[in-house]
């Protein structure tokens, strides 16, 4: 199993972030998992491709909600 984690790399929030839900996942639900990261930066109207998407579970922590609709 995959775990994607999407996250805000310019802060230490992001990085606590998403070290923080990999600690939590992987002690509660995933403890097999291989998990992969991907820093991204806050964009006006941030949109997130779906090619971002590539894991079994994906995750995006320290970024505001984005309304998508797909």
Same mark, same amino acid.
């Given at each position: #199993? +995959?775990? +994607?984690? =999407?996250?805000?790399?310019?802060?230490?929030? !992001?990085?606590?972030?998403?070290?923080? &839900?990999? +600690?939590?996942?992987? %002690? +509660? &639900?995933?403890? %097999?998992?291989?998990?992969?990261?991907?820093? #991204?930066?806050?964009t006006a109207s941030q949109s997130f491709a779906d090619? =971002?998407?590539? !894991?079994?579970?994906?995750?995006?922590? %320290?970024?505001?909600?984005?309304?998508?609709?797909?």
């Amino acid at each position: #199993m +995959r775990v +994607r984690v =999407l996250y805000h790399d310019h802060c230490f929030d !992001g990085a606590a972030s998403a070290a923080f &839900f990999t +600690r939590f996942t992987k %002690d +509660r &639900f995933y403890p %097999d998992a291989e998990y992969a990261y991907t820093g #991204m930066a806050h964009t006006a109207s941030q949109s997130f491709a779906d090619s =971002l998407f590539d !894991g079994d579970v994906n995750a995006i922590v %320290d970024f505001k909600y984005s309304n998508n609709p797909g």
